[in-house]
């Protein structure tokens, strides 16, 4: 997982107060797996972040979804996805793009330069916290994607 993205999950926990852990819907996917989600789904990108580990699809214990997409807006460090259809948002520090609608779900783009200063650059120990989190969450409760 890119480090940007770890630092990113830390900020927006802090962000929205919390001490929950994530749940993570979808990680890092091999171009295989890609491939076939994208063959099952209308909504899965051909050159996916995830598969630069990049990008992920998440929820938050004990947090509201609609706070949590606020949230991550909030922080501008890179693409944001909201998917309240399937209880999920999704993350990535890729480029900024263009916000699209589609029924009830939106996806919009920040800037990830913007996001990092509004994080205050996250300190190292937050970085190894995040890295456990993520680690902890796809051996033990989830299987990710």
Known sequence: MDPG????LSALQ???GSRHGYEVISGYRSPKTNAMLRGNSSGVAKKSLHMQGKAIDIRLNGCDLKQ???AALSLKA???GYYPSSDFIHVDVGRQRHAR???DEQRVGI???RARKAAGHVAVRH???ARALLMNLVADRTTVV
């Open 101 to 103: 609608r589609a029924a």
């Open 68 to 70: 949590l997409h606020k």
């Open 14 to 16: 802090q962000r929205v």
């Open 78 to 80: 890179g693409g944001v």
């Open 111 to 113: 800037d990830v330069g």
């Open 5 to 8: 993205l770890l630092d990113l």
């Open 127 to 129: 970085l190894h916290l």
